[in-house]
């Protein structure tokens, strides 16, 4: 039986799937779709520049429907007019902000485009240069505010325009593919992302995502909190890796990421000599110095004055399954924000800053 070939969308995917995991691509989708919705100014200014064209279009078609020259020259006086209307409202605009947003959308789109196939890299490389297109028609506007000038913006902003929309309309829908799963929702306090790349069997990757949900929930016991309403849910998981997002209480999740944070620093200061990571003291008191559990308590207005029974227990429970979450671990991310447990991480957080001060360097 003759095997079909993969239409175009699934080469598209395995491509992406072979190259990297979705985590990777999550995350370059995220980042640049952000980094294009948050440079608003710019993308405003040329929004209505690219109104403008359309008006200008419009003006442009009438003299090709009149036979009578002295229409022609009111209809051609007409376009002037409106284009001279057109550069006292661009002339409105800061130059500083326009130009700073459109050198850090620019970056941004270079910082992303070398990751992805041919394909997709030829269609971000595309939009870059629409983008460059559109600052050096801006500049010589600036230096120079004549018709022809003004004209020329407003074509280039009309492509720009349309290239932005689509290329942000792309992201999102790639971003919903990826991720159908969880679309995070409400502040950053109410959810918590963790990716940890190491690659794990089986049992391990068990044994981490039960470590985690116990950590979770101890805090939901301590917190008067149902952790039944707030579950811990699995978006992803590729060749081993794990990748979850935490949707829940802010008071609980907002302690569970304190205290991730703060294990991963201790276990970077207290790595040993032998590479392994140190384990974190049994005794509740010690765990308290590592991890300020009652600190989390008062800032929920929790009193604190003596240690109970069921403090200490969930002292104890939350020390063992942070190891085991964390065991095995060159780096933890939360939240977009990668910690060094080893040096051997910390070599490769260094690394990747280099590389990405390489990048933004080269691109400007």
């Known amino acids: 039986m003759e095997q079909k070939k993969p239409t175009r969308a699934i080469a598209f995917w395995q491509t992406f799937i072979n190259s990297m995991t979705s985590k990777d691509l999550y995350s370059k989708f995220e980042l640049l ?21 359309n008006e200008i279009s419009d003006l442009q078609s009438r003299p090709l429907l009149l036979d009578d020259v002295h229409q022609i020259h009111n209809a051609v006086n007409a376009i002037k007019i409106k284009l001279r209307e057109i550069i006292l409202e661009i002339k409105k605009h800061s130059p500083k902000r326009i130009f700073a947003e459109n050198h850090a959308v620019i970056q941004a789109i270079a910082m992303v485009e070398s990751a ?33 000038e003004v004209a020329h913006l407003l074509s280039v902003a009309q492509r ?51 470590a985690l949900e116990q950590i979770y929930e101890e805090f939901c016991h301590l917190f008067d909190i149902s952790s039944k309403q707030e579950p811990l849910k699995i978006v ?11 949707n829940g209480n802010p008071k609980a999740v907002a302690a569970v990421k304190s205290v991730i944070e703060k294990a991963a620093h201790y276990f970077y200061r207290n790595y040993t000599d032998e590479g392994k990571l140190s384990a974190i003291p049994k005794k509740v008191e010690t765990i308290e110095s590592v991890l300020h559990l009652s600190d989390e308590l008062k800032k929920r207005d929790i009193p604190t004055d003596q240690l109970d029974e069921h403090l200490k227990k969930a002292s104890n429970a939350i020390g063992n399954n942070l190891e085991k979450l964390l065991v095995g671990e060159e780096q933890i991310e939360l939240n977009g924000e990668v910690i060094a447990l080893t040096p051997a991480g910390q070599q490769k957080l260094i690394a990747s800053k280099r590389v990405k001060m390489i990048e933004e360097t080269s691109s400007e």
């Open 116 to 148: 992805f196939d041919s394909q997709t890299t030829k269609r971000f490389e595309l939009l870059r240069k629409e983008v460059e297109g559109f600052g050096e028609a801006y500049e010589r506007f600036i230096s120079n505010q004549q018709l022809g």
């Open 236 to 246: 992803k998981i590729e060749s081993g890796s794990l990748w979850v997002w935490l």
């Open 33 to 53: 779709e952000a980094n294009l919705r948050q440079n608003q100014y710019l993308l405003n200014a040329i929004r209505g520049m690219s109104n403008r064209h």
């Open 160 to 210: 720009v325009d349309a290239a932005v929309s689509s290329s942000i309309e792309f992201a999102s829908i790639t971003l919903r593919n990826l991720c159908p799963e969880v679309q995070p929702v409400g502040t950053p306090e109410e959810r918590l992302e963790i990716y940890l790349s190491t690659k794990s069997d089986f049992l391990i990757f068990l044994e981490k995502t039960s």
